[in-house]
């Protein structure tokens, strides 16, 4: 697949100019909560976006690639519902206010993008150099998954290198000033506590990326794709916050279904490279079986969640996430500044 730079720069402009207009137009100064219908509205029009983008893919490149784009934009979204809840473990511990949340969330996921595009040409580089790439990216979702089997701290915010540079380097104001970054505190010009929570969920996606970069790699090679799925998994992962804000508590085995995706996309690139390399018995694994496969995984996985959310003998399992933007922090969520 040949993607010319034109190309490149118009999707590119169109996905900024997409954004852009979130955050400056349609939801400009608007201080009201994001409740669950508008949080629908708004992510019926994210998931329409993409949709509409790989039916062009389709028109002009054909079903292959159509496909792996549309593998690649389901894995990503999946991959992001798991994510989801450290977002809100962080907008607790830092206290940001309802109608600020949508602004921070967009700020911080633009950050990201920039991040993850340079991941994304990084490793289409390294594929298209190294063949043994695929061995490294492989095994690194084969470990990731049984991580997830074994369960852990994934529930947990621990603040990265970048996130604790920040605090101790940038002039932060105590006080939230609406859903601006900077304010004046008797004349001198400070940050507002949104920058540190926009650094913290910038940078905490990328951590997530280690993850989802070499897993959309697993489904297709072309960088184009791989850019696209991801920018339009991160543009709409703001309106999937608000939407099932209090629904990740009840998928009990997202992941077990998620470590049985990586796992299938690690063992489909151990083939890709032991083929690659001559391997007469490992198959090319297509791409119609990893979107059966992922489709498959995701409706099982969802469907047993709600059917044991039901059952009287799960209601101890976790106590429910405090309603999401709450403006009252509790003790041991107050900002570290």
Avoid: C
């Avoid at 529930?155 to 601006?180: H, M, Q």
């Avoid at 951590?207 to 998994?233: K, Q």
């Avoid at 151990?270 to 995701?298: D, K, N, R």
């Amino acid at each position: 697949m040949t993607v010319s730079p034109l190309v490149w720069g118009l999707t590119i402009a169109g996905i900024l100019a997409v954004i852009a207009a979130d955050l400056f137009l349609i939801h400009r100064n608007d201080t009201r909560e994001f409740t669950t219908r508008r949080a629908a509205f708004w992510s019926s029009i994210y998931i329409g976006l993409a949709v509409l983008f790989g039916i062009g893919v389709w028109l002009f490149a054909g079903g292959r690639y159509a496909g792996e784009y549309f593998g690649g934009f389901v894995t990503e979204k999946s991959l992001s519902v798991d994510n989801l809840f450290v977002f809100m473990v962080i907008l607790t511990r830092f206290a940001v206010p309802k109608q600020a949340q949508h602004t921070v969330l967009m700020a911080g996921i633009v950050i990201a993008l920039l991040l993850r595009g340079i991941f994304i040409a990084v490793g289409a580089a390294a594929i298209s150099t190294f063949t043994w790439v695929f061995f490294l990216f492989g095994a690194f979702l084969l470990w990731t998954a049984i991580g997830l089997v074994r369960g852990g701290d994934e529930d947990e915010f621990k603040e990265n290198r970048l996130l604790r540079w920040s605090k101790r380097v940038i002039p932060t104001s105590d006080e939230y000033a609406g859903s601006r970054f900077v304010t004046r505190v008797d004349g001198r010009r400070l940050m507002t506590p949104m920058a540190i929570v926009m650094i913290a969920i910038g940078s905490t996606d990328v951590l997530f990326a280690l993850d989802s970069i070499p897993a959309i790699f697993g489904l297709t090679t072309e960088p184009y794709l791989v850019f696209t799925a991801n920018a339009f998994a991160l543009m709409g992962l703001v309106q999937l916050y608000f939407l099932i804000g209090g629904l990740t508590d009840r998928l009990v085995y997202l992941a077990h279904g998620l470590a049985f995706i990586l796992g299938f996309i690690g063992v489909k690139l151990i083939f890709h490279a032991l083929h690659e390399y001559g391997v007469a018995w490992a198959p090319e694994i297509p791409i119609w079986l990893s979107l059966a496969v992922i489709a498959g995984t995701l409706t099982a996985t969802t469907v047993a969640s709600l059917a044991a959310a039901r059952k009287p003998s799960d209601k101890g399992l976790r106590e429910p996430l405090a309603e999401v933007g709450s403006d009252e922090p509790d003790a041991a969520a107050t900002r570290d500044s």
